[in-house]
């Protein structure tokens, strides 16, 4: 069975860091993108970052220059720094994994079970 498994959520007063971490397991093809997503209360699940295998990164708007996402070695890990908080970061983060199957010819997509993020003011 597939995993993917984040930790590294909490409460945290703004102006604070946290940092999130992601570990994909028995995934039998090639993960070729990891991000981090999130979802607040009544609004829909948005992309937070994503880094590919090569290192290639992309940010929603809202965090550029606060949030950095960073790949391990073994390409099946992403971590997400989370500095300068807001109150509006608060919401539940989850890490997608995406991985590519040559023989299907498609892309396969993997979701944890998500971490909540909670940012006071």
């Known amino acids: 069975q597939e995993q993917v498994v984040e930790s590294g959520g909490g409460l945290v007063q703004a102006g604070g860091s946290l940092s999130l971490s992601c570990a994909a397991s028995?995934?039998?093809?090639?993960?070729?993108?990891m991000g981090w997503y999130r979802q607040a209360p009544g609004k829909e699940r948005e992309l937070v970052a994503e880094?590919?295998?090569?290192?290639?990164?992309m940010y929603t708007e809202s965090v550029k220059g606060r949030f950095t996402i960073s790949r391990g070695n073994a390409k099946n890990t992403a971590d997400l720094q989370m500095n300068n908080l807001k109150p509006e970061d608060t919401a539940v983060y989850y890490c997608n994994a995406r991985a590519r199957s040559d023989f299907h010819r498609r892309d396969y997509s993997y979701w944890g079970q998500g971490t909540q993020v909670t940012v006071s003011s």
């Open positions: 880094i590919t295998a090569s290192g290639y990164t």
């Open positions: 028995r995934i039998l093809f090639s993960i070729h993108t």
